[in-house]
């Protein structure tokens, strides 16, 4: 039976061997769930994906604008600006295409680790994504790494870790021209389908950026090369890539925004009220010095 219950290519024995031992809970935990799929892939046969009537639920999809602001992520690396659908559009994808199991297994913590599947399964095809990897219970800090003792702290780690690889695996069972639509629909959308004039749409993104962030309006302005009154909409689309990417963890605020304190002191005041910054009340003295 042990032959049977694989997931990434690999028989339950040989994945042993590369790891060196296992823990009841985990193969029972395996064997359950390739027990499960076994039975879907059964239904799945029985009732195969109309190809057609998926794909226009997934372009339906996104048309949807609270669906489209998440759909993408992207973040520099090399000197180079890396994008893709994020995690949002990845699961909304998979759903409307169907008959496709896929989800994240804790499969077991030992030694401040976790050991975690992320998997993606066509049940129609047969053809499957499997990533199995450690999620050690330590933050990065400025001040070095932090041990993780607070089993919330510990589940949201694992996680955000267990998302990243979850997308790519739905995203290699899932053929490209699917997705590549998905992913001009979801810009379209963006594009064409505000209502609001583009000041109000720079102000609320400036908002959301300065509250959650911390990231300053001068630092945006800085990252998309001009001035927050010259922002077009594919400017704003950007920055909700660059959102994305940050709320998912994909990247640091820190990779797009260059983020210094204020020169002379100055106070930050609305950016769009026309108001100049206001200056330090104290006078700058004078190069001369009275002599006793």
């Known amino acids: 039976m042990n032959e049977v219950m694989n997931f990434d290519g690999r028989t339950i024995d040989n994945y042993n061997h590369a790891s060196g031992q296992r823990s009841v809970q985990t193969e029972m935990m395996v064997t359950r769930q390739a027990q499960e799929v076994q039975a879907a892939m059964v239904i799945a046969k029985k009732f195969p994906r109309d190809q057609v009537l998926a794909y226009n639920r997934i372009v339906g999809a996104c048309k949807r604008k609270t669906l489209a602001e998440g759909a993408m992520y992207e973040y520099p690396r090399g000197g180079q600006k890396v994008t893709g659908p994020s995690i949002r559009l990845a699961e909304a994808i998979a759903q409307n295409w169907g008959n496709i199991d896929f989800g994240i297994m804790e499969l077991e913590q030992k030694n401040g680790e976790s050991h975690v599947m992320a998997y993606a399964w066509d049940l129609e095809t047969n053809t499957r994504q499997t990533k199995i990897f ?14 993780l003792t607070d089993p919330r702290d510990i589940y949201e780690m694992v996680a955000n870790q267990g998302a990243r690889r979850m997308r790519a695996c739905i995203l290699g069972v ?68 660059v959102y994305s990417s940050i709320r998912d963890g994909m990247a640091k605020r820190e990779d797009y925004f260059e983020l210094s304190v204020p020169v002379d002191n100055q106070e930050i005041s609305d950016p769009f009220s026309g108001e100049k910054p206001k200056k330090n009340s104290k006078k700058q003295e004078k190069g001369e010095v009275n002599e006793a």
């Open 174 to 241: 899932i053929p490209g021209d699917v997705v590549e639509a998905a992913v001009k629909q979801c810009e379209e959308t963006l594009i064409n389908g505000e209502e609001k004039p583009i000041i109000d749409l720079v102000r609320d993104m400036a908002a959301i950026f300065q509250k959650e962030f911390g990231v300053p309006l001068n630092a945006i302005e800085k990252y998309i090369g001009c001035g927050s009154e010259a922002f077009s909409m594919r400017d704003l689309v950007r920055l909700r890539k």
């Open 134 to 147: 450690s999620v050690p219970h330590i933050r990065s800090t400025k001040k070095g790494n932090v041990p």
